[in-house]
């Protein structure tokens, strides 16, 4: 084989992956059409409402709420769940930082889980365990688009009664036993930044079932106003989490997408996985078999060096990049962020709360560890592309392995 591309060599990937966002002249018109109609704002509008009601439909839900942000949107179900000072809320240690500070910005306390050695989830043993008294609530993430085991969490769930929010930022089209995620607890938010899996930029969405949650949730994000009521009555409080009808009418078309672009997704996933059955040392995130589909915001892989010479996880990312393959880097431990290990998080939890002894920052989070260290996330743009871009990104892995020792 050619000399590594890191080293000089010619690169393995022949041609670009796919291009993102992907958008032609639907979104181009839908923007202009807002542009010209004078209505840019939601609340005389009509296309984020239309964005909001289709996108909660597509995933069988009652409600949709399109908010500023997917961390806004778990702000605000998290404030409409009633979740408060001296609460406890838990969460993944192995996901986005928003999981976690939106659970502060309520001035509760995130509890953070190990998550499971093959599918990178919360492992439920953990959350069943980390259940207290104060447990307000349980924010489930479906990391990389895999699904939680929602048998056995809605069932944890109800048997402590405390409420299941879903972070499905990673998953939007995913399903768990043919029900999609975002519809097993009180609620789901979506996150449409740039990098998920529709977008608008920023953007995000609340999803729910509840007719009493629903109106909650829409009073947080409208400034305290009940839908109905007068424009200057604000009941509760609430604060602006408004999306545009920019974003709505951008997101309204990529929703058209979605369908088309998860199934390729969760067919170049299944390709990646057979091929790499052969490589040894990679072991793709597992599917579990009641994941009907995954959404795929990344398609995740352990990387044991030992099986590439004891090249370090960072070079080995550094030669796949050379080689062409698109990396997305992954998320560093939530217990290890700055915030935790210099008591920053203390300042919004209730005096009480704020002087106890938190477990989390002598507890070992092994499994988190492993992800967050040992891992290379292939970013959803690339499962857009066709079987050649597959195999490209197995040849650069079995590249680099064969030429281990050049790296050492
Ligand atoms: C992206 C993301 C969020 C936050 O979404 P933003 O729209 O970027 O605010 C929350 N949780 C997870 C798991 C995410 O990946």
């Known amino acids: 084989m050619a000399t590594l591309a890191l080293l000089g060599g010619p690169t393995t990937k022949t041609k670009p992956f796919p291009a993102w966002p992907v958008f032609d002249q639907q979104e181009r018109a839908a923007v202009l059409e807002v542009l010209e109609s004078r209505v840019w704002w939601r609340t005389p509008g009509t296309k984020t409402l239309g964005f909001e009601q289709a996108f909660a439909e597509y995933h ?18 998290l404030a409409a769940a009633g979740v408060s000072s001296g609460d406890e809320v838990i969460v993944p240690d192995y996901t986005f930082v928003a999981t976690a500070s939106s659970v502060l910005f309520t001035g509760a306390m995130p509890i953070m889980v190990d998550v499971d050695s093959e599918t990178f989830c919360m492992d439920l043993e953990q959350v069943e365990h980390a259940i207290t008294p ?17 048998d056995r969490l809605t069932e944890i769930a109800r048997k402590h009664d405390v409420m299941l929010i879903e972070d499905c930022a990673h998953a939007h089209g995913s399903r768990w036993r043919d029900q999609y995620v975002g519809t097993f607890g009180i609620a789901g938010t979506f996150s449409f930044q740039e990098g998920k899996l529709m977008t608008a930029g920023e953007g995000g969405v609340v999803i729910t079932s509840d007719d009493q949650f629903e109106r909650a949730a829409r009073a947080v994000h409208d400034c305290g106003r009940m839908p109905g009521e007068w424009f200057y009555s604000h009941y509760v409080y609430g604060s602006n989490y408004r999306l545009s009808e920019w974003q709505g009418a951008v997101l309204g078309v990529q929703l058209t997408r979605l369908e088309d672009q998860t199934r390729r997704r969760h067919e170049n996933a299944n390709l990646l996985d057979k091929l790499f059955e052969d490589v040894e040392g990679i072991t793709p995130q597992r599917l579990d078999p009641r994941c009907s589909r995954n959404g795929h915001y990344a398609y995740i892989f352990h990387y044991d060096s ?42 919004r939890l209730c005096p009480e709360q704020a002087a106890e002894p938190h477990a989390f920052l002598k507890q070992p989070f092994p499994e988190t560890d492993r992800a967050a260290w040992q891992t290379y996330w292939v970013p959803q743009t690339a499962l857009l592309g066709d079987e050649e871009d597959m195999h490209e990104i197995v040849e650069a892995v079995k590249k680099i392995q064969e030429h281990a020792k050049e790296l050492a």
């Open 60 to 77: 069988r839900a009652k409600h949709g709420i399109a908010i500023t942000n997917g961390t806004h949107a778990l702000e605000v179900v």
């Open 134 to 150: 104060r447990t307000k609530a349980i924010i489930a993430v479906h990391l990389g688009g895999h699904p939680v085991d929602m």
């Open 306 to 347: 030992a099986a590439f010479g004891g090249v370090p996880t960072e070079r080995f990312i550094e030669a796949m990049l050379a080689e062409g393959i698109t990396n997305q880097a992954a998320y560093p431990p939530v217990h290890a962020l700055d915030l935790f290990q210099n008591g920053e998080y203390r300042k």
